[in-house]
């Protein structure tokens, strides 16, 4: 199995920061990385695909970048709705797997 | 939209038993439809898609418990997880697997929490 590990693991930011979290899979993935966010009590929902490409009505604030096996993502002005945990996930081969995880907090 | 449903509560040993039903108007063929779970211990996990026509594949760590079946014509789809333990306690969520080049989750079910316990 490709492993996924995230770094931070978590952070602490105030509304107006820049954050960048990031993720390495133990292999080469190409460029099928994709990020999502979850909020408590919710289903996670899919930001980023093929490393960089926002999924439809997700905020320009966001962004995906990498390849291989270094990949990043950045939110460049933090916004209150921001605040959430952050989940890579390869989809190069099965079983696909996530990250785990990024929480970004007050 | 999915919409996951089925017991809360499974006892140890026991057969863990989805359904996830996809909203009208969605089509249901063309598409992989997968199970992801979600626990403390374990974070998510990828447990396994099955295709309109019923190709499927499986995580290997749950390979030898796992079965899903789909019903294109009552558009829903299954899971079934043999012989659970206390492991296997965690979110449950439907999603669908979308692109044909990249693939990525885009539709995501609410999720239901089901608890291995006697």
């Known amino acids: 199995d490709i492993q996924m590990t995230q770094s931070p693991s978590s952070l602490s930011a105030s509304v107006g920061d820049r954050v960048t979290i990031s993720c390495r899979p133990s292999?080469?993935?190409?460029?099928?990385l994709n990020w999502y966010q979850q909020k408590p009590g919710q289903a996670p929902r899919l930001l980023v695909l093929g490393s960089s490409t926002l999924q439809n009505g997700v905020p320009s604030r966001f962004s995906g970048s990498g390849s291989g096996t270094d990949f990043t993502l950045v939110i460049t002005t933090l916004q209150v709705e921001d605040f959430a945990t952050y989940y890579c996930?390869?989809?190069?081969?099965?079983?696909?797997?996530f990250g785990p995880g990024t929480k970004v907090d007050v | 939209k999915l919409y996951a449903a089925g017991p809360g509560l499974v006892k140890p040993s026991g057969t863990l038993s989805l359904s996830c039903s996809v909203s009208?108007?969605?089509?249901?063929?063309?598409?992989?439809w997968t199970w992801v779970r979600q626990s403390p211990g374990k974070g998510l996990e990828w447990i396994g898609e099955?295709?309109?026509?019923?190709?499927?594949n499986y995580n290997p760590s749950l390979k030898s418990r796992v079965t899903m079946s789909i019903d294109e014509s009552k558009k829903q789809f299954f899971l079934n997880l043999m012989s659970v333990t206390s492991a296997d306690t965690a979110v449950y969520y439907c999603t669908t697997k979308s692109g044909s080049y990249y693939n990525w989750f885009d539709i995501w079910g609410q999720g239901i929490q089901v608890t291995v316990a006697s």
């Open positions: 009208e108007g969605s089509l249901i063929h063309n598409k992989w």
């Open positions: 996930q390869q989809s190069y081969r099965t079983p696909f797997t």
């Open positions: 099955i295709y309109y026509e019923g190709s499927a």
């Open positions: 292999q080469y993935v190409g460029k099928y």
